[in-house]
């Protein structure tokens, strides 16, 4: 066993040990804890399978973005939760105990008889590599070959916030999301608010510009300028835009609304939907991903921030 | 593989597959930044040009006799992601935008944006929503490839949710956040099988990947975790006991698309898993599972239909019974027997009737809820008098749930019952019959106290205008059963067994 | 064993826990972790697929990566209409049942049975 071995063998017992932990604790609260822990880590078994692109997007809205979101709710839960259905009696929860085991044994023994190495898709990818002009084979990946899942995706978000603002009261549509801002920022949160963003933000659209030749790109450059604009929030430093500001309606759908435009100019300039015209894909693909960047930054608060909770100022 | 590369390219008329796709995602970007009153105006405006859309499709299937193509980006499989349309996905498109049609006109009495305000909150979800859930519908019957499939599936997922709790009570939010637990629930196990297959193919192109699959252990894994995952979406028996509270809290013209359609997307897909996806494998005992657990949701949604207090849990429960029907088709049109090609006919006729008729019944039962304040079946005394389209409405609609002719839902069930006969597989025939005899208990339930004289308060007066939309529903369930041979002849376009095997 | 195999193992695992914890437990939010661990697992199949898959000189295939980067998204989404849901059912519970004053519902009642 080299020492590199040892220590895959120690992330994946760590990465198993807070998993269970976020099953087995008592409290919602320490487990939504472990969870962040554990998509951290996670994000390092990422790196270690060399996705990169993978982990970054692991660690920033896996872990990052999910973990506040669900530490908040876990807070806000505390001490009633209303149960979805009846609690499974002993006997019957060790039978979905053995069962679960079964399926987790069968499908261990299934990947590791699965054939390695597996069929792949790179060679194609890294072969048209340079009619996309990109550096990057899973940004060329994202934005070219399934540029299709990529923007319905981007439609899944704007029918996420849909779905959230909808379950505003009627009397707060229009208003902002979230509960009033708290009068006295906590100190540190407020420092840290001040003193990180401007960091961030460089940090942010960095990753989103190196996308197209190294690991980065929309998703994540996004995620991190997200956290950015969360933290400003938390803070009470800046107040969630309200739902019915056309301007933040039009970030939100910037990304899918840009991407959905050139995708029908390919109809046009080059033969088919989503095509780019060879020579200029680079270009095109990067303003699309620029605004993409724009629309994950502003939905993943807008998500976490939730439906409005107070009418509209006058 | 290069061979079977140059294979998929796109066929004359392959845009209009795309834009099917993109009339409604259009839509729902425009309708989210404009806001309430113009996301009804854009949402009724686009439904007769997706329907437009539709028809030009089946009549390009229609035309050439063979599915079209569409290369998304003009990469071809694997790398890229094709969209196909055969007759089982035109007539699913012409039934979707034609539902999604009424139960929009329908819903404009109930999500109008009140004046003086310039957008509320339930008009502006109500009207995105409906053009999102129509935009994954599409994509549903439209996608080629198994992950494409996944997004079109949370896409549905995300649009259909919200729908159910849009009046905000607490029982319509704990019955949308069960159905999003289940859903949920279904696509990360779909998902899962989606991988395996990824790891033994290396493509997940639905074409591809039936011309390379064979028998092993993964393989039969991704079947059986893909199949529970949309199971527990369309909410087969076991897998049922979130969809009657979703689907009779919803409001009515939400109800109806869940019902007619939204349960269908998965169903849709799980006949693509098995039909196209796995055709080479010996799926007797999958295929026998399946349609067990089909008759099951029959016989108990049946009964539990008849145990129903009020009209939309009746509705929904015999939802569960007619989902049941859609699974006998697995043992009967799998393989090439003299029978298949009437069995798939019977699955696929199933699948339209049931979404005409149900989405006509909720319809009605929504304005039978409106016009007397409630929907308790014990209240309905005298209903026949002073609603009687809509009485009609729900026995047009129960003479196809029963099976009776002349309706859609009958020559379905005869197909399938003939099929089932003369393949020796008699027990199923056992269970429509029995099936057929319960939905006439229930639909008897509603109709005869209809018919009773008594004297009815009224809440509101019956929207006779409202009523036609859910007649003309009515009546499209009942013409499916006048469908001419050509028809049949239709929905054969494409299908893989009759072209793959020589 | 090698790294991809010892994260197959791995995410297997992760799948039988999540599974575990989405069917065992019954409050909501429990259920919701439970579906993001699932789901952690289930990407991280797709990750061990991509590491094999390494080919023309790159060391993991983009495609099963890039489909995990819209997955991660999917299920981030899926987290906050469950938690947003949950939060606000737990008001309309906590609003009737917990404490005395009575439920405001008239806002509601206007969007049909």
Known sequence: ?314 | MQAITTALTATMGGLLLALAIILPVAGVLLSFVLGGRAAERIALYLMPAGLGVAAMIALGVWRSGAPLVYLLGGWPPPLGIALRADGFSAVMLLTTALVILCAGLFARANFPTPAGVNEARAPFAFWILLQGLWAALNMVFLGGDLFNLYVALELLTFAAVPLVCLDGRAETLLAALRYLVFALFGSVLYLLGAALLYGAYGTLDIGLLSSRISASPAVWAAAALMTTGLLAKTALFPLHLWLPPAHANAPAAASAILSALVVKASFFITVRLWFDVLPSLPVETPAAILATLGSLAILFGSVLALRQERLKLLIAYSTVAQIGYLFLMFPLAAGLHPWTADAWSGGVLQTLSHAFAKAAMFLAAGLVAETLGHDRISGLRGLGKVMPMSVFVLGLGGLSLMGLPPSGGFTAKWLLLMASVRSGQWPWAIVMLAGGLLAGGYVYRVLAPAFASADLSLKAPAPRNRERIALALALCAILLGFAPSGFFAFLQIGRPALTAIP | MNTASLAGITGALLVGLGLFGLVTNPRPLRKLLAFNLLGSGVFLLFGVLARRGAAAGIAADPVPQAMVITGIVVAFSATALAVALLLRLFEETGRSTLRADPPSKAAGDGSGA
């Not at chain 1, 540029?147 to 009261?169: C, R």
């Not at chain 1, 500001?245 to 939907?273: D, K």
Request: aromatic share 6%.
């Open chain 1, 1 to 314: 066993m080299t020492v590199v071995n040892a220590l895959d063998i120690g992330l994946a017992a760590l990465v198993l040990a807070l998993a269970a932990w976020t099953v087995a604790a008592r409290e919602a609260f320490a487990a939504a804890v472990g969870y962040v822990a554990y998509g951290l880590l996670l994000s390092l078994v990422w790196v270690r399978l060399f996705a990169v692109d993978v982990a970054l997007t692991e660690a920033a809205i896996g872990s990052g973005v999910t973990g506040v979101l669900l530490i908040r709710a876990a807070a806000r839960l505390r001490g009633a939760t209303p149960a979805l259905d009846e609690p499974l009696a002993p006997p019957l929860r060790f039978l979905a105990g053995v069962l679960c085991a079964m399926v987790a044994g069968a499908l261990a023994a299934t990947v590791l008889l699965m054939p390695d190495p597996a069929p792949t898709l790179a060679p194609q990818a890294v072969g048209n590599l340079p009619s996309t002009g990109l550096g990057n084979a899973v940004t060329a990946v994202l934005i070219s070959y399934r540029a299709f899942d990529t923007m319905l995706e981007k439609v899944v978000l704007v029918l996420a916030v849909v779905g959230v603002w909808s379950l505003a009261p009627d009397a707060c549509w229009g208003g902002s999301p979230g509960a009033p801002r708290p009068a006295r920022p906590e100190a540190a949160l407020a420092f840290l608010a001040q003193v990180l963003p401007p960091l961030g933000i460089v940090v942010g659209i960095h990753i989103f510009w190196v996308g197209a030749d190294e690991p980065g790109g929309a998703f994540q450059g996004g995620a991190i300028l997200a956290a950015m604009w969360m933290i400003t929030m938390m803070a009470g430093l800046t107040e969630a835009p309200p739902v019915s500001s056309t301007r933040l309606r039009l970030v939100l759908v910037s990304g899918p609304a840009v991407f959905l435009a050139i995708g029908l100019a390919g109809v046009v300039i080059a033969g088919g939907f989503l095509a780019y015209p060879s020579g200029s894909a680079k270009p095109l693909i990067l303003f699309i991903e620029a605004f993409m960047t724009l629309t994950i930054a502003a939905t993943l608060p807008m998500l976490v921030a939730g439906p409005p909770e107070q009418p509209p100022q006058p």
